[in-house]
């Protein structure tokens, strides 16, 4: 099993800027990717950013291409996306997510981020 545990949300003016982090435990020797995704108030969970555990390939969804960067330090099991230039349509509960090559088994419980206009 991975644990996943989301931290760095909060509110934050239009514009601004929040680094959320992602701390992983457990068997995280089984972790081949892991990702960001959000989910707005009476929307469905979209993807955000999603990297590999090992190498720099990394894939962003186009509406927060060159406003996010996903980044990880495997050293601290930790991965962090730092999100620049703030919109309020950036509001959503943001959710860390572990697995394989294929899908995601691992997910955190989610850290409110709220960007106010």
């Known amino acids: 099993q991975v644990q996943l545990v989301e931290s760095g949300g909060g509110l934050v003016q239009a514009g601004g800027s929040l680094t959320l982090s992602c701390a992983a435990s457990g068997r995280t020797f089984s972790i081949y990717r892991m990702g960001w995704f959000r989910q707005a108030p009476g929307k469905e969970r979209e993807f955000v950013a999603q990297?590999?555990?090992?190498?720099?390939?990394?894939h962003y969804a186009n509406s927060v291409k060159g406003r996010f960067t996903i980044s990880r330090e495997n050293v601290k099991n930790t991965m962090y996306l730092q999100m620049n230039s703030l919109k309020p349509e950036d509001t959503a509960v943001y959710y860390c997510?572990?697995?394989?090559?294929?899908?995601?088994?691992?997910w955190g419980q989610g850290t409110q981020v709220t960007v106010s206009s």
């Open positions: 990297m590999r555990w090992s190498g720099n390939t990394t």
């Open positions: 997510a572990a697995g394989p090559a294929l899908g995601y088994d691992y």
